[in-house]
């Protein structure tokens, strides 16, 4: 079945700096989510991206749609201790296994304060 | 507003127990799904509905059971509890209302915990 390659698995930042991370695939998705789980907590939906090239902003976070249709990246701009949590990216096929998403295995973001 | 609903938040069974975790949402939405996540493995479904009646096979479903009489409620049940089950558990719902390219996210409950020894 399809696959999210998500990385990086897991990282620390310092306060203040920017966080990036991205989820390629070898399927070609038409639309791509983006998840965050704070601990103890379901996911919870931060963007959604439905167009090839689409470029979305969501307060400090930005998420964009490959062009290529088989990836996509989120980025977090000057991280606070807040954002700690998983991040999971999703993919959906339009029409295959009844639109179910597909998710990453997560990128666990611990922030030094 | 409640959103999806998930009950009992934690467990613990014995080996051999059964229990059922139950899963509700009041927003109307179709489609069902159960998933479980165990420690940097992401989420790996384990079953879905498509609406009452209509209940699917997932990634996961051995040792599970669901069940769908109702647009509400999706009960999973496990038979007879292993300890490979010791995972967190979430139930999700969307809306069926996708048209054409755009796909409404999942509503994600906050969990159950559950620890089998």
């Known amino acids: 079945g399809q696959q999210l390659n998500q990385s990086p698995q897991s990282m620390f930042i310092q306060e203040g700096e920017d966080v990036s991370m991205n989820c390629t695939s070898s399927?070609?998705?038409?639309?791509w989510l983006w998840y965050k789980q704070d601990p103890g907590e379901g996911p919870v939906l931060l963007i959604a991206?439905?167009?090839?090239?689409e470029l979305t902003s969501n307060g400090r976070l930005t998420a964009q749609f490959g062009i290529t249709r088989k990836d996509s990246f989120l980025n977090i701009s000057a991280s606070i201790p807040s954002d700690v949590g998983i991040y999971f990216c999703?993919?959906?096929?339009?029409?295959?296994?009844?639109?179910?998403?597909?998710f990453g295995k997560g990128t666990k973001l611990s922030v030094k304060p | 507003n409640a959103g999806v609903t998930q009950t009992p938040k934690f467990r613990i069974l014995k080996i051999g127990q059964s229990m059922t975790l139950q899963c509700t949402q009041d927003?109307?939405?179709?489609?069902m799904y159960w998933y479980r996540q165990d420690p940097g493995m992401g989420l790996k479904l384990i079953y879905y509905?498509?609406?009452?009646?209509?209940?699917d096979k997932g990634e996961v479903p051995n040792g599970y059971n669901v069940s769908r009489s109702t647009t509400e409620d999706f009960p999973l049940r496990l038979e007879l509890a292993a300890p490979s089950q010791t995972s967190v558990y979430f139930c999700?719902?969307?809306?069926?209302?996708?048209?054409?390219?755009?796909?409404?996210?999942?509503?994600f409950g906050s969990g159950t915990r559950l620890t089998v020894v």
């Open positions: 927003m109307n939405h179709n489609y």
């Open positions: 999703a993919g959906q096929i339009y029409g295959g296994s009844q639109g179910n998403l597909i």
């Open positions: 991206l439905y167009k090839a090239g």
């Open positions: 399927s070609i998705f038409n639309t």
């Open positions: 999700a719902s969307r809306s069926s209302r996708d048209k054409g390219p755009t796909v409404y996210g999942y509503t």
């Open positions: 509905s498509v609406g009452a009646g209509i209940t």
